[in-house]
Antibody, heavy 118, light 112 residues
Framework: EMLLVESGGGVVQPGRSLRLSCAGSGSLFDVHGMHWVRQAPGKGLEWVSGFISGTGRVDYADSVKGRFTVSRDNAENFLHLQMNSLTEDDTAFYYC???????????WGQGALVIVSS | DVVMTQSPLSLPVTLGQPASLSCRSSQSLVHTDGNIYLSWFQQRPGQPPRRLIYKISDRDSGVPDRFSGSGSGTDFTLKISRVEAEDVAIYYCMQGTHWPYTFGQGTKLQIK
């Protein structure tokens, strides 16, 4: 069973940046996707970004495209989410999640809370 | 993007009674590999989502067999044969066939 742990959440002012990290108990980077999913307080789930290391495929939700960037750290087995130009609409729990099978989001972290507020 | 529509949004159920949750996609979820990547997740208050069902009807390990998934085309269903108190949660369907992955709005299951 893969365990995922997010870190890097916190309170940040609008317009500023924050970087989230996701660590796994096993290799994060294989043929299956790694994803970021967020959930605003009291709201539903929104897919933010996906990354498949085997193919180099990366994609972002329109709501974050051009502001968020996902990257990998092979040596330390981390997945990062660099979030720039944050707005209050980005306030949410951010979960990293991993496919065990295509399109499946089998494994989830506990989430990192990001609050964008002046 | 594929729009996932769940109904009902709120579902009061008597303990021991069955529950049926619906999910509809705005387009076909058949992947180029022939599979349909439709999953169901349970989210209890204060917890991350937990996957219950994948590829329409495959149950994840450790998931009670009172949970079952079915469907085809663009219509999918999650059924709970006999609702227990621990089933109080919000249930989301999600399609993973097309990027971006997209979720339904969620169905909140409550005890009547």
């Amino acid at each position: 069973e893969m365990l995922l742990v997010e870190s890097g959440g916190g309170v940040v002012q609008p317009g500023r940046s924050l970087r989230l990290s996701c660590a796994g108990s096993g290799s994060l980077f294989d043929v299956h996707g790694m994803h970021w999913v967020r959930q605003a307080p009291g709201k539903g789930l929104e897919w933010v970004s996906g990354f498949i290391s085997g193919t180099g495929r990366v994609d972002y939700a329109d709501s974050v495209k051009g502001r968020f960037t996902v990257s990998r750290d092979n040596a330390e087995n981390f997945l990062h989410l660099q979030m720039n130009s944050l707005t209050e609409d980005d306030t949410a729990f951010y979960y990293c999640a991993k496919d065990r099978d295509p399109g499946g989001l089998k494994y989830w972290g506990q989430g990192a809370l990001v609050i964008v507020s002046s | 993007d594929v729009v996932m529509t769940q109904s009902p949004l709120s579902l009061p159920v008597t303990l021991g009674q069955p529950a049926s949750l619906s999910c509809r996609s705005s387009q076909s979820l058949v992947h180029t590999d022939g599979n349909i990547y439709l999953s169901w997740f349970q989210q209890r208050p204060g917890q991350p989502p937990r996957r219950l069902i994948y590829k329409i009807s495959d149950r994840d390990s450790g998931v009670p067999d009172r949970f079952s998934g079915s469907g085809s085309g663009t219509d999918f269903t999650l059924k709970i044969s006999r609702v227990e108190a621990e089933d109080v949660a919000i249930y989301y369907c999600m399609q993973g066939t097309h990027w971006p992955y997209t979720f339904g709005q969620g169905t909140k299951l409550q005890i009547k």
